[in-house]
């Protein structure tokens, strides 16, 4: 019996094979706001890129223009670096200041600006070394994923660079810190799951076993610095606080 073919211009459903689409990593998007900076304004692109990255990860990421470089995305992690710099001077400018409230209190002024410095410094440029951490760990971990595509580190930098559009939050005192750490943390699972196609499960353990690695090491400098090698070093303490009596004893 001859096995009779269909016409090509008749479709049957139950003929049809599903056609899997090609997954392109490398494929250009719409631009994000902090690449298109020359018309929002520098400041503007970047608080539209912190915004959108606070509410829309998946779209931002998927919108990078120039994945190829990461001369866009370096920029865009300098002022996040700086966003965590000016939050670890505000925070210990407020510490230093609830120290210092009773009225027999007076404060180490030198101390206090250089130490206020040197945590603009270490936070700043902390910032920016362990996000090159975190890429490279998390770049190995997605390598070993089943079925994933090979991604390009240039690719892995800048679409983690976006998930720190949250740092913004750091800007609120105290409780601003720990809500952007997480909600980045979100955004960086958003980046595998989304942007690089990873199975959910695979995106978030990616993402935790990198994010609690950079973690480790912050917490390591913070527990040396804060147990005073760093700081007998130096010679300062971390709030240079001299308590004064109220009232001077009279001399007998």
């Known amino acids: 019996m001859s096995r009779v073919r269909p016409p090509d211009n008749i479709e049957i459903a139950a003929l049809r094979r599903k056609q899997k689409t090609v997954f392109d990593p490398m494929a250009p998007g719409a631009g994000t706001p902090w690449e298109d900076r020359g018309t929002h304004g520098t400041i503007g692109a970047f608080f539209k890129t912190c915004l959108m990255s606070l509410t829309s990860p998946g779209k931002l990421m998927n919108s990078i223009r120039r994945p190829e470089t990461i001369n866009d995305a370096r920029g865009f992690l300098i002022g996040v670096s700086a966003i965590w710099g000016i939050t670890a001077v505000v925070h210990y ?112 353990i990616d993402a935790l076993i990198s994010f609690l690695a950079v973690l480790a090491i912050v917490g390591l400098v913070y527990l040396v610095g804060e147990v005073g090698i760093l700081q007998h070093l130096v010679g300062y303490n971390a709030v240079d606080v001299v308590t004064q009596p109220i009232f001077t004893p009279k001399a007998s």
């Open 93 to 204: 400018a407020f510490f230093v200041w609830r120290a210092s409230l009773p009225d027999n209190a007076t404060v180490d002024h030198p101390a206090m600006e250089i130490l206020g410095v040197t945590s603009l410094v270490l936070a700043g440029g902390g910032c920016f070394f362990l996000f090159k951490i975190y890429t490279m760990i998390y770049g190995r971990l997605v390598a070993q994923e089943k079925d994933s595509v090979l991604l390009p580190e240039v690719l892995i930098y800048n679409v983690n660079v976006y998930a720190l559009g949250p740092s913004l939050l750091a800007l609120i005192p105290l409780a601003g810190p720990p809500i952007a750490l997480i909600w980045i943390f979100a955004d960086l699972v958003a980046a595998g799951a989304k942007r690089f196609r990873l199975r959910m499960a695979g995106a978030i």
